[in-house]
């Protein structure tokens, strides 16, 4: 796989929990659409200390309790600018992007299905990028580039977004987001009763 800042990370056994050994990490809640907290433009983080740090653990954390394969901080009422990302069947390459920007974008493009954790049960097309390059810095602070296509390339640009206040189905058709608002919002007065 293209990139090049992978880690070994949580694992579901506990063998292979690397790096990210904390008794102190917890289960974020995602927000869901149409919340508007959504829509904040996440702002660049100013160093990776040890807040980032907690931040990124809780996110992972969070990502495979849900069974997904990518987290914005956005998602997690947190807005700066940090993304988690683990595509890997394993479970256990998470890579880690902290401000990133992307640097280079395929002309070439496709349609893609995805899904959304903060639009939980909702599949639909996203046309996209079949590559791009981001540069970002790690959970380090160390500045990298990562090439990355295929399904990672398809999360980063879903991420990105998210970081921009963008969720996926605003690419939708307004007819579309509209039946799919009409039925998470009536999907949340249900579990609140
Ligand atoms: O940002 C998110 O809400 C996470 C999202 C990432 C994503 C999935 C699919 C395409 C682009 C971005 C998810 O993890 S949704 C759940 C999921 O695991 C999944 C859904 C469809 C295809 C592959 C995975
Ligand atoms: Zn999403």
Known sequence: MAFSFLYESLAQNGENRGLFIDSTMALLPILTYPDRRLHTVAKPVAAVDARIHQLVQDMLETMYDANGIGLAASQVDVHERVIVIDVSQE???????????????????????????????????????????????????????????????????????????????????????????????????????
């Open 91 to 193: 479970r256990n390459q998470a890579l880690v992007l902290v401000n990133p920007e992307l640097v280079w974008t395929s002309p070439e493009t496709h349609l893609n299905e995805e899904g959304c954790l903060s639009v939980p049960g909702i599949y639909d097309g996203v046309t996209r990028h079949n590559a791009v390059h981001v540069r970002a810095q790690d959970h380090q602070g160390q500045s990298r580039v990562i090439e990355a296509q295929e399904l990672l390339a398809v999360c980063i640009q879903h991420e990105m977004d998210h970081l921009m206040g963008k969720v996926f189905v605003e690419y939708l058709s307004p007819l579309k987001r509209n039946r799919i608002k009409t039925k998470m919002l009536k999907a949340q007065r249900e579990d609140s009763r």
